[in-house]
């Protein structure tokens, strides 16, 4: 039978507590997070900043490959 193994999602947010709640939101259905990338990024218009957003990159693993049994 298939099984969900991981979802990476890529998202844009104002803020630090967006953020947080990104996490929370793609945790809350038992994956585990096994990567997190929070990048600043600028837009720029004659050298000053005009707008500014967080770029997050979110895996999620909800299981492994093969199941590990236990003793091994």
């Known amino acids: 039978m298939p099984r969900l193994l991981r979802i990476t999602s890529e998202y844009v947010a104002q803020t630090e507590s967006e953020v947080n709640q990104l996490i929370k939101d793609a945790t809350t259905n038992g ?3 096994t990567k997190k990338i929070i990048e600043t990024k600028q ?3 004659k ?3 005009v707008d500014e957003c967080l770029k997050v990159i979110l895996q999620v693993t909800y299981s492994l490959l093969w199941d590990e049994e236990e003793g091994e």
């Open 47 to 49: 050298g000053q900043v």
């Open 31 to 33: 994956g585990e997070l």
């Open 43 to 45: 837009k720029k218009s």
